[in-house]
């Protein structure tokens, strides 16, 4: 009987899970995804499990194809020479291939007060923990939701429909991946639900307390919850297993999502940097990420070059609460057309792109390799070509 090729993905989420069941195309590929949670986690729907109208879990057995092994548990370490990962619960896994799909979280506070103060939401437990909170203060307190992004938006709208009384503080421009016309539509939605949306360089926050948000020019406004929304980072794992990573903390990759350091250690999701240049944060791009990474190790296992990734982006879509949204349509290199659908029917497509977002999963652990997605070939090969321009060194 010939041995079984051990593929482990690291991260349970949309790019982990797509990796997984991608895998599972081969039947001499043994895979297991190592996750910290025995639930997963549609992170699009963080907000409203804050608003309390979602519970942002599925169970695996729903998105997991059949045969892919399940640990619950966190990895502390990779060891790159000897193909193992430390488990934080005791032992370590042995690996032919690994992904490395660990995705993102909150960044790290670099705003005083914020540590101790300010609530953020960006995995289940913060979110949890943020709604328990909500639920035992009154609906008449202030409210701060800091962050002009998806998320920000989302939360602050999803509250304010709830009857809360809400501030939005965007440190710059509100949904600055908006075109000007879909923001003024967003400004108007926000307005409508009773949102105090602070915009522009003084609306900076400088520091946070119990009970205010200080902002650049010296206002305080008063907050007895303040959530933070800005920015995402992602886990040192990398850094600490001595791989190279990028600024951020991403894991430094060539074009088909192969770490530079290893080609046994492939990336997807939030946390590659595939050529330096990683594409936008979301479920969308991680999806698609981890789909190619499948690829590239299916590839290497059959002796094959892998190719590099080609991704287009279509869309980006914001709610406003339960009944409307912002459906914004984005031309091949993920910047924003004229066009969007709003009201009912940008709600609508949003609703469509969160259900997708896990049905494409479901998809995908039924017909392994069935999941495709745009392709660009143009705008992305002309950013490396620039990129490799400017590092060129100097003629004499």
């Not at 982990?16 to 297991?32: I, K, P, Y």
């Not at 993102?104 to 979110?127: D, I, K, N, Q, W």
């Not at 119990?210 to 959530?227: H, N, Y």
């Not at 392994?368 to 990129?387: E, F, I, V, Y």
Request: hydrophobic share 40%; proline share 6%; charged share 20%.
């Amino acid at each position: 009987m010939s041995k079984k090729t051990d593929v482990v993905v690291i991260g349970g989420g949309y790019a982990g899970v797509m990796a997984a069941n991608r895998l599972t195309q081969r039947d001499d590929v043994a895979v297991t995804v190592i996750n910290p949670r025995p639930l997963f986690v549609p992170r699009l729907r963080l907000h409203q499990l804050v608003g309390g109208t979602h519970d942002a879990v599925v169970d695996y057995e729903e998105v997991l194809a059949v045969g892919v092994r399940l640990i619950v548990d966190s990895v502390t370490g990779i060891d790159a020479a000897g193909r193992t990962v430390t488990l934080a619960e005791g032992g370590s896994l042995r690996y032919d291939y690994l992904i490395y799909a660990v995705g993102s979280g909150s960044a790290g506070p670099r705003v005083p007060g914020v540590a101790e103060f300010a609530y953020p939401m960006a995995t289940l437990e913060a979110a949890q923990r943020l709604r328990s909170l909500l639920f035992d203060t009154p609906m008449t307190a202030a409210v701060t939701v800091v962050g002009g992004g998806p998320t920000g938006i989302e939360t602050a709208a999803e509250l304010a429909e709830r009857g809360r009384n809400v501030t939005l503080v965007c440190g710059g421009v509100l949904g600055p991946y908006f075109h000007p016309r879909a923001r003024r539509t967003a400004r108007k939605y926000l307005a409508e639900l009773g949102v105090d949306v602070l915009e522009g360089p003084d609306a900076s926050v400088a520091a946070v307390t119990r009970e205010a948000v200080e902002l650049g020019d010296g206002r305080t406004l008063a907050s007895e919850v303040t959530i933070w929304t800005a920015g995402f980072g992602v886990p040192d794992l990398a850094a600490r297993s001595g791989l190279s990573t990028d600024p951020a903390g991403r894991l430094r990759t060539d074009e088909t999502l192969t770490s530079v350091d290893d080609e046994r250690i492939v990336a997807a999701g939030d946390s590659a940097a595939p050529s330096d240049l990683p594409f936008r944060m979301s479920a969308y791009a991680a999806g698609c990420l981890g789909a190619h990474a499948a690829d590239t190790v299916l590839s290497r296992i059959a002796g094959e070059p892998p190719a590099p990734i080609d991704l287009s982006f279509s869309a980006m879509c914001v709610s406003f609460g339960r009944r409307t949204g912002i459906f914004q349509l984005a031309h091949k290199d993920d910047t924003a057309m004229r066009l969007y659908f709003s009201g009912a029917v940008g709600k609508k497509l949003k609703e469509l792109s969160c259900a997708f977002s896990v049905r494409h999963l479901v998809t995908e652990a039924r017909k392994p390799g069935s999941h495709s997605w745009p392709k660009d070939g143009k705008h992305r090969p002309a950013l490396l070509r620039a990129q490799r321009g400017s590092t060129a060194a100097p003629v004499a």
